[in-house]
């Protein structure tokens, strides 16, 4: 399934047998309480955002440092955020 397009070169797909596990990890990242802090956040750092549209959290990857924080890019997504 096609679940973001960011240009015809950029888009983001996720195959029907792995959406079982990716569902997996987002109800463990939802349900499983307090995160520990990570210390050393970088452009690059893989790590969790919580997207406000649906109250989620999700996987990303830090882009930039921007003036609200971070801005990311969920990687079993595509789109990207400020956080």
């Known amino acids: ?9 950029e888009f983001y797909v996720q195959l029907d047998d792995s959406l079982t596990d990716l ?10 309480g307090e995160f520990e802090p990570i210390g050393d956040l970088r452009v690059g750092s893989i790590c969790t955002a919580f997207w406000s549209e649906d109250e989620k959290w999700y996987r990303c990857k830090i882009l930039e440092f921007c003036d609200v924080g971070y801005h990311v890019q969920f990687i079993d997504y595509g789109n990207k955020a400020k956080c």
């Not at 399934?1 to 070169?9: A, M, P």
């Open 1 to 9: 399934k096609i679940c973001f397009v960011n240009s015809l070169e």
């Open 23 to 32: 569902d997996k990890v987002t109800e463990r990242l939802n349900n499983g």
